[in-house]
């Protein structure tokens, strides 16, 4: 158990529905990161947030948007969605923004979504 | 093309086996190459990290190399274990805030069979 939570772990829903992705980071980590992997794709990291304040941006499409709460939660909004959005949604935590070799990201089991 | 490219993509080895998988990057500047363990349907879990002036880094069984020099590193497992069934997914991270500061491998998938 890494300490990150997500939820849902499964999200069924139609085509241009919007839905929310939650994540709570582990205790004491201000940096959340979300990533997206399909099978075709690998890993992609889609944004990071740290302290509530955006602090850097990976292939996120514009349909999708994020944010970090004061309580260091964040949720992942994905909008109009296609069936291409089909994949396993990741969070991950880490204690600072440094992306140094101390600086491990931990990861959460990920909500899989399924666009039907 | 992709900046980090792993290879064999896929590899099915014998209980008891070493194997050795490779990295090759192409981004830069550095800062450091991580390696990560997935298991199916599970988030990865960190197994080494290596900044450009560490040439390896172990983690019981699993080793990693990095020759900084090439671009390449390479994580060899020792005596392998069903339990290593998994995808191992290369990271190289960027010195730069901003967008696109992680590179993530499209992994290599590991079969151990008894």
């Known amino acids: 158990d890494s300490g990150v939570t997500q939820t849902p772990k499964h999200l069924i829903t139609a085509t241009g529905q919007r839905v929310t992705l939650r994540c709570s980071p582990r205790?004491?980590?201000?940096?959340v990161y979300w990533y997206q992997q399909s099978l075709d794709q690998g890993l992609q990291f889609l944004i990071q947030?740290?302290?509530?304040?955006?602090?850097a941006k990976g292939n996120i499409l514009e349909r999708f948007s994020a944010q970090q709460f004061p309580d260091l939660h964040s949720e992942l909004n994905l909008s109009s969605l296609e069936l291409g959005d089909s994949a396993l949604y990741f969070c991950a935590s880490s204690p600072t923004d440094s992306g140094g070799p101390t600086d491990t990201q931990y990861f959460g089991p990920g909500t899989r979504l399924t666009v039907l | 093309k992709n900046q980090v490219e792993q290879s064999p993509q896929s590899l099915i080895i014998l209980e008891g086996k070493n194997c050795t998988l490779q990295?090759?990057?192409?981004?830069?500047?550095?800062?450091?190459l991580r390696w990560y363990k997935q298991d199916t349907g599970r988030g990865p879990v960190s197994l080494t990290i290596?900044?450009?002036?560490?040439n390896t880094k172990s983690n019981g069984r699993y080793t990693a190399t990095l020759d900084a020099d090439t671009k390449q590193s390479s994580l060899h497992i020792t005596a392998s274990q069903l339990s290593d069934s998994a995808s191992y997914i290369c990271?190289?991270?960027?010195?730069?805030?901003?967008?696109?500061?992680?590179?993530f491998g499209k992994g290599n998938q590991v079969v151990v069979i008894p």
């Open positions: 947030y740290y302290n509530g304040e955006e602090r």
């Open positions: 990295c090759n990057y192409t981004v830069s500047p550095f800062s450091n």
């Open positions: 990271v190289v991270s960027l010195i730069s805030y901003g967008n696109n500061r992680l590179a």
């Open positions: 290596m900044t450009f002036s560490e």
């Open positions: 205790s004491g980590d201000l940096s």
